[in-house]
């Protein structure tokens, strides 16, 4: 393969693995935008999505009943997390950080003692592949990239164009405006912190043929996720979509020429650029 095939192959993965950090990086973002809660435990969600599916599917045998029942298992998780950990504590930003510390090392310690500490592998539903500059890509990471699509469409319209999601937007502008006119807050911080955990998973999910399985696998997803978060703009999802696909494509890209390790480097030296360019981020708010 030469250079400008490996070139078009990277750049292809890049979008798709960008998309897989997006939909991380967007429940990150949800969470925080709409109440304020940095939560250190969304790899750990992201890595149970994951682990969740890898039994669903080594014991039915079926992909596509992992991919529905792993983002509703973990979204459960995420309400219960918040609804007995968060919400006693959700006006004290600090020990907010450390509760979701501790939710972390609780979810990864448990999967650790019951899913053991030897990477596995998801088998992807499907195995072929098509010509791609005179190589095969796999079928399996189109289908990541449609269904990645799909669920950030589908989270704009129901942002947009229902009525939680009205409730979720007016919260997010105004908290107690939005208290006076009866919409239920409470409410509300728990089902934004389900659905932002749910996103999680599924990214975990569709992440899981691609990568190994295993206890360890959200923290380098945290890095990420955070990475990309700031850099698109704490609480922006516009912005974590665009820093996501920037960062896919970019990591992509310098792995042609430099090692994976190196391309990350890279991208970390990214992040400084653009927060002394923009501390609040590429389409975060100046609270200027």
Same mark, same amino acid.
């Given at each position: 393969?030469?250079?400008?095939?490996?070139?078009?192959?990277?750049?292809?993965?890049?979008?798709?693995?960008?998309?897989?950090?997006?939909?991380?990086?967007?429940?990150?973002?949800?969470?925080?935008?709409?109440?304020?809660?940095?939560?250190? +435990?969304?790899?750990?969600?992201?890595?149970?999505?994951?682990?969740?599916?890898?039994?669903?599917?080594?014991?039915?045998?079926?992909?596509?009943? $992992?991919? +529905?029942?792993?983002?509703? @298992?973990? @979204?459960?998780?995420?309400?219960?997390?918040?609804?007995?950990?968060?919400?006693?504590? *959700?006006?004290?930003?600090?020990?907010?950080?450390?509760?979701?510390?501790?939710?972390?090392?609780?979810?990864?310690?448990?999967?650790?003692?019951?899913? @053991?500490?030897?990477?596995?592998?998801? $088998?992807?539903?499907?195995?072929?592949?098509?010509?791609?500059?005179?190589?095969?890509?796999? !079928?399996?990471? !189109?289908?990541?990239?449609?269904? /990645?699509?799909?669920?950030?469409?589908?989270?704009?319209?129901?942002?947009?164009?229902?009525?939680?999601?009205?409730?979720?937007?007016?919260?997010?502008?105004?908290?107690?405006?939005?208290?006076?006119? @009866?919409?239920?807050?409470?409410?509300?911080? #728990?089902?934004?912190?389900?659905?932002?955990?749910? #996103?999680?998973?599924?990214?975990?999910?569709? $992440? +899981?043929?691609?990568?190994?399985?295993?206890?360890?696998?959200?923290?380098?997803?945290?890095?990420?996720?955070?990475?990309?978060?700031?850099?698109?703009?704490?609480?922006?999802?516009?912005? /974590?979509?665009?820093?996501?696909?920037?960062?896919?494509?970019?990591?992509?890209?310098?792995?042609?020429?430099? *090692?994976?390790?190196? +391309?990350? !480097?890279? /991208?970390?030296?990214? #992040?400084?650029?653009?927060?002394?360019?923009?501390?609040?981020?590429? #389409?975060?708010? /100046?609270?200027?």
């Amino acid at each position: 393969m030469d250079v400008l095939s490996q070139l078009l192959y990277q750049l292809v993965n890049g979008f798709v693995w960008g998309l897989i950090i997006a939909l991380i990086a967007l429940g990150l973002s949800l969470i925080f935008g709409l109440i304020e809660v940095v939560n250190i +435990a969304h790899g750990s969600l992201y890595m149970l999505g994951a682990v969740l599916a890898w039994y669903v599917a080594e014991f039915t045998g079926s992909f596509w009943l $992992a991919l +529905a029942v792993a983002p509703v @298992g973990v @979204g459960l998780v995420g309400l219960l997390v918040e609804r007995v950990v968060l919400r006693p504590i *959700e006006d004290r930003p600090i020990i907010t950080i450390i509760a979701t510390f501790g939710v972390l090392l609780i979810i990864q310690q448990g999967v650790l003692g019951v899913f @053991g500490g030897a990477p596995r592998r998801i $088998a992807a539903p499907f195995i072929q592949n098509f010509p791609l500059m005179g190589v095969g890509y796999p !079928v399996y990471r !189109v289908f990541v990239a449609i269904v /990645s699509l799909l669920a950030i469409g589908t989270l704009w319209v129901f942002l947009q164009w229902t009525k939680f999601g009205l409730w979720m937007r007016a919260v997010r502008q105004n908290r107690e405006m939005a208290l006076a006119l @009866g919409i239920p807050t409470h409410q509300v911080y #728990m089902a934004t912190f389900g659905l932002g955990s749910a #996103m999680a998973a599924l990214g975990g999910v569709l $992440a +899981a043929p691609i990568v190994t399985v295993e206890f360890q696998m959200g923290l380098k997803m945290l890095v990420t996720a955070f990475m990309v978060a700031v850099i698109g703009g704490l609480g922006s999802l516009g912005g /974590s979509l665009v820093a996501a696909l920037l960062i896919g494509e970019l990591e992509g890209l310098l792995s042609v020429v430099i *090692e994976p390790t190196h +391309a990350r !480097v890279v /991208s970390l030296l990214l #992040m400084a650029v653009v927060l002394l360019w923009k501390p609040e981020g590429i #389409m975060g708010k /100046s609270k200027a």
